[in-house]
């Protein structure tokens, strides 16, 4: 077992090679234009697979999405076709590590070199981005963070029991995402029983994590823009759409950022907790009772 004085100097080594293969890769990847890095903080069933989806519908953006999915790397959906060899390269191979940048066990024991990867397969578009979950390789989250190369991307569900209830659905048919050209039909007909003590742990958990996230990039001098969910989908999600196209560095043409994916479930949450009513009273009074409004 590895000492506590061989765990820092590990961690440190880590976090000064990662820093020297960003800044190398800055200033040579393979587009004629300086790339812009982006990394986009979230949480599961907050809209990372709309937001990505959207994004990679613009010309000048490749965002892949959970690429540190513990079991899978989620490269963007037209990965395949951008390595150029969609006969011989399937998306499922490319999920499970088979193919693609790296392996599962090589992302796992060389996640700055996957990274590097990442970066400097841009395949000519302009910016190049991913999804970060809170369990995806932690102390490089937090190297990502320090680096001002690296645009940061806060994506929250403000609705929570909305969040929480669609993770319970996903859990419970296996289907985390629906996208317009699939046959995939809509969740409507399902329902789930919520506890009201773990939607409230969960809850804090939730928020403790974009606190401490937006304290980190505070104390690193770091600047970030902030979105919801709701954002996307609202009336003013053009607005929305081009401040983040800005921030990112690529033109604004929000007309490219159609959502690519069917929504799954109905917008009533009476709809879809099977003990709405006594959900409803144990929480009166907390800081969820707000949503049901």
Same mark, same amino acid.
């Given at each position: 077992?590895?000492?506590?004085?061989?765990?820092?100097?590990?961690?440190?080594?880590?976090?000064?090679?990662?820093?020297?293969?960003?800044?190398?890769?800055?200033?040579?990847?393979?587009?004629?234009?300086?790339?812009?890095?982006?990394?986009?903080?979230?949480?599961?069933?907050?809209?990372?697979?709309?937001?990505?989806?959207?994004?990679?519908?613009?010309?000048?953006?490749?965002?892949?999405?959970?690429?540190?999915?513990?079991?899978?790397?989620?490269?963007?959906?037209?990965?395949?076709?951008?390595?150029?060899?969609?006969?011989?390269?399937?998306?499922?191979?490319?999920?499970?590590?088979?193919?693609?940048?790296?392996?599962?066990?090589?992302?796992?024991?060389?996640?700055?070199?996957?990274?590097? /990867?990442? =970066?400097? %397969?841009?395949?000519?578009?302009?910016?190049?981005?991913? %999804?970060?979950?809170?369990?995806?390789?932690?102390?490089?989250?937090?190297?990502?963070?320090?680096?001002?190369?690296?645009?940061?991307?806060?994506?929250?569900?403000?609705?929570?029991?909305?969040?929480?209830?669609?993770?319970?659905?996903?859990?419970?048919?296996?289907?985390?995402?629906?996208?317009?050209?699939?046959?995939?039909?809509?969740?409507?007909?399902?329902?789930?029983?919520?506890?009201?003590?773990?939607?409230?742990? =969960?809850?804090?958990?939730?928020?403790?994590?974009?606190? /401490?996230?937006?304290?980190?990039?505070?104390?690193?001098?770091?600047?970030?823009?902030?979105?919801?969910?709701?954002?996307?989908?609202?009336? /003013?999600?053009?607005?929305?759409?081009?401040?983040?196209?800005?921030?990112?560095?690529?033109?604004?043409?929000?007309?490219?950022?159609?959502?690519?994916?069917? /929504?799954?479930?109905?917008?009533?949450?009476?709809?879809?907790?099977?003990?709405?009513?006594?959900?409803?009273?144990?929480?009166?009074?907390?800081?969820?009772?707000?949503?049901?409004?």
């Amino acid at each position: 077992m590895k000492s506590i004085i061989s765990k820092f100097l590990e961690k440190r080594s880590y976090q000064k090679y990662i820093y020297q293969k960003n800044k190398l890769c800055s200033t040579n990847n393979n587009s004629s234009t300086l790339l812009n890095k982006f990394v986009i903080f979230t949480q599961p069933r907050s809209g990372s697979n709309l937001l990505c989806g959207m994004l990679n519908l613009h010309p000048e953006i490749l965002c892949h999405h959970e690429i540190f999915n513990p079991q899978r790397i989620y490269y963007s959906k037209d990965f395949h076709e951008l390595l150029g060899n969609d006969e011989t390269i399937f998306r499922e191979d490319l999920i499970k590590g088979k193919v693609g940048l790296t392996t599962l066990k090589e992302r796992k024991r060389y996640p700055e070199e996957f990274i590097f /990867k990442i =970066w400097s %397969n841009n395949f000519g578009c302009k910016a190049v981005g991913f %999804n970060l979950f809170p369990n995806h390789i932690p102390y490089a989250s937090t190297s990502l963070i320090r680096d001002k190369n690296v645009k940061k991307v806060l994506l929250l569900r403000r609705n929570k029991i909305k969040c929480y209830v669609s993770l319970l659905i996903a859990r419970k048919t296996g289907k985390w995402d629906s996208y317009n050209f699939s046959k995939q039909e809509n969740n409507s007909d399902i329902s789930v029983d919520v506890s009201a003590t773990k939607i409230l742990r =969960w809850s804090k958990k939730n928020s403790h994590y974009f606190h /401490k996230l937006r304290q980190k990039m505070i104390d690193m001098d770091q600047s970030y823009l902030e979105l919801g969910y709701e954002d996307l989908i609202g009336e /003013k999600s053009e607005y929305i759409k081009s401040d983040l196209l800005k921030f990112i560095g690529v033109s604004s043409a929000v007309e490219y950022l159609q959502p690519p994916l069917k /929504k799954q479930n109905s917008n009533k949450l009476v709809d879809l907790i099977s003990n709405f009513d006594e959900l409803k009273d144990k929480l009166t009074g907390t800081e969820l009772e707000r949503y049901f409004l």
